[in-house]
């Protein structure tokens, strides 16, 4: 599995995502016994269904039979989305869990949990949920102070709040 092998996979791989209007967001070859498995990890505003990964896997297939990038090693490819625990390392990445809880590992020093609000070019505004029955507070992260952050699994989130359906 060398570095130029999943550069030439990117090549040939993110014009296709890119025609769905999904991004490429990692290429991995792992071993797997005598077969060798291709993970193909694609994201897109608002999440990538079953459907989309089906289609794509098609394309992808064909694509690699046309191509010897692969070579004459077996290997089963999985065309996937993110898990719900992924890094968070691109804007993109930050803009598509508006309104998740997230933990963020920050240069200075220490962890914060907080939701995300809002995101533009230069960070995150965050609300950090209050302690001890606290009001929730309001904070700016910008990407540079960001070392590391992750999308915290809510098994009792809140629903949204839908504006259009207030009552006025």
């Known amino acids: 599995m060398s570095s130029?092998?999943?550069d030439r996979l990117r090549e040939l791989l993110e014009p296709l995502a890119g025609s769905r209007g999904m991004d490429l967001e990692e290429v991995r070859i792992t071993p797997a016994g005598r077969r060798r498995?291709?993970?193909?990890?694609?994201?897109q505003d608002g999440?990538?269904?079953?459907?989309?990964?089906?289609?794509?896997?098609?394309?992808?297939?064909a694509l690699l039979?046309?191509?010897?990038?692969?070579?004459?090693?077996?290997?089963?490819?999985?065309v996937t989305s993110p898990?719900?625990?992924r890094p968070l390392t691109e804007p993109?990445?930050?803009?598509?869990?508006?309104?998740?809880?997230?933990?963020?590992?920050l240069h200075e020093g220490g962890d914060v949990t907080a939701r995300i609000v809002a995101v533009d070019d230069e960070g995150l505004d965050l609300e950090v949920p209050g302690e001890k029955g606290r009001r929730a507070t309001a904070r700016r992260v910008e990407f540079t102070g960001i070392a590391g952050a992750r999308v915290e699994v809510e098994f009792?989130?809140?629903p949204a709040r839908d504006e259009s359906l207030k009552e006025t």
């Open 92 to 105: 993109r990445h930050y803009r598509r869990a508006v309104g998740r809880l997230v933990r963020l590992r």
């Open 83 to 85: 898990g719900a625990e």
């Open 65 to 78: 039979d046309e191509d010897d990038v692969m070579g004459g090693a077996p290997y089963v490819l999985e």
């Open 4 to 6: 130029t092998q999943i």
């Open 156 to 158: 009792s989130r809140k």
């Open 47 to 61: 999440g990538v269904g079953l459907d989309a990964c089906a289609e794509l896997s098609r394309e992808v297939s």
């Open 37 to 43: 498995v291709l993970q193909v990890v694609v994201d």
